[in-house]
């Protein structure tokens, strides 16, 4: 499956659950991981994932 990476400032743990819950139910989304060292979040997604959808809901 494929995957892709933003570059995303999440202050803390509580923010990246969040993060999470808010874009686990979007079309497509397989799986999202934050990274809080890195500042990265990458979401794993099928074929009908809605990029724009997602973004919307990470702030990006």
Same mark, same amino acid.
């Given at each position: 499956?494929?995957?892709? &990476?933003? /570059?995303?400032? %999440? =202050? *803390?743990?509580? &923010?990246? /659950?969040?993060? %999470? =819950? *808010?874009?686990?139910?979007?079309?497509?989304?397989?799986?999202?991981?934050?990274?809080?060292?890195?500042?990265?979040?990458?979401?794993?997604?099928?074929?009908?994932?809605?990029?724009?959808?997602?973004?919307?809901?990470?702030?990006?």
């Amino acid at each position: 499956m494929p995957q892709t &990476s933003y /570059d995303v400032a %999440v =202050a *803390d743990k509580e &923010s990246a /659950d969040k993060l %999470v =819950a *808010d874009t686990s139910a979007i079309s497509g989304v397989k799986w999202v991981n934050v990274n809080l060292e890195k500042g990265t979040v990458v979401v794993t997604y099928g074929d009908n994932y809605d990029e724009a959808a997602f973004k919307a809901a990470a702030g990006i």
